[in-house]
T-cell receptor, first 111, second 111 residues
Framework: DTAVSQTPKYLVTQMGNDKSIKCEQN?????MYWYKQDSKKFLKIMFS???????INETVPNRFSPKSPDKAHLNLHINSLELGDSAVYFC??????????FGPGTRLTVL | DQQVKQNSPSLSVQEGRISILNCDYT??????FLWYKKYPAEGPTFLIS?????DKNEDGRFTVFLNKSAKHLSLHIVPSQPGDSAVYFC??????????FGQGTRLTINP
């Protein structure tokens, strides 16, 4: 299946822990993104990478660090997790066009 | 500052009738507007887009209308089908592929 995949789908952890979410796309796209959907259901961009290079970095705490080992992968590492980090995180990728293809999301719950 | 707004959190339509979803925006520099559909526990799926230089784009049962003077766009679905029940997100894009989303409208198609 050609798609954007994310692991894990659910992540429950304690405050203060460090966690990572992995994203992979096999669509051959050069650009990948991380979005956050908060409790009010707003979807907001966090980061964008083009061919492993950071091109968009919204106002996100520096506890969040994206890592792109190659253009098919964009992982999100979060240090010192806080209650307010609880959200659904979506990875996406796009060809050189406006359409973006989203992964299924990772629901992060910080206790 | 919310640049893309969907003022109706929910909409209920009878099967076979027309569904009209509305979206307003504030930034006149947006280049493209897109509609995404989202089922529970899945990522958003691209539906249809329109360039800022057009006023209408049609794809099967889905038509998007853009009124630049009013900074308003709408998605028409006709005829509505039960499988159309989902949350619909309006989004806009400017330049470097940064999608700005509205807060979504939950569409329910009643048999």
């Amino acid at each position: 299946d050609t798609a954007v995949s994310q692991t894990p789908k659910y992540l429950v952890t304690q405050m203060g822990n460090d966690k990572s979410i992995k994203c992979e796309q096999n669509l051959g796209h050069d650009t990948m993104y991380w979005y956050k959907q908060d409790s009010k259901k707003f979807l907001k961009i966090m980061f964008s990478y083009n061919n492993k290079e950071l091109i968009i970095n919204e106002t996100v705490p520096n506890r969040f660090s994206p890592k792109s080992p190659d253009k098919a992968h964009l992982n999100l590492h979060i240090n010192s997790l806080e209650l307010g980090d609880s959200a659904v995180y979506f990875c996406a990728s796009s060809p050189p066009s406006v359409e973006q293809f989203f992964g299924p999301g990772t629901r992060l719950t910080v206790l | 500052d919310q640049q893309v707004k969907q003022n109706s959190p929910s909409l209920s339509v009878q099967e076979g009738r027309i569904s009209i979803l509305n979206c307003d925006y504030t930034n006149s520099m947006f280049d493209y507007f897109l509609w995404y559909k989202k089922y529970p526990a899945e990522g958003p799926t691209f539906l249809i887009s329109i360039s800022s230089i057009k006023d209408k784009n049609e794809d099967g049962r889905f038509t998007v209308f853009l009124n630049k003077s009013a900074k308003h766009l709408s998605l028409h679905i006709v005829p509505s089908q039960p499988g159309d029940s989902a949350v619909y997100f309006c989004a806009a894009i400017q330049g470097a592929q940064k999608l700005v989303f509205g807060q979504g409208t939950r569409l329910t198609i009643n048999p």
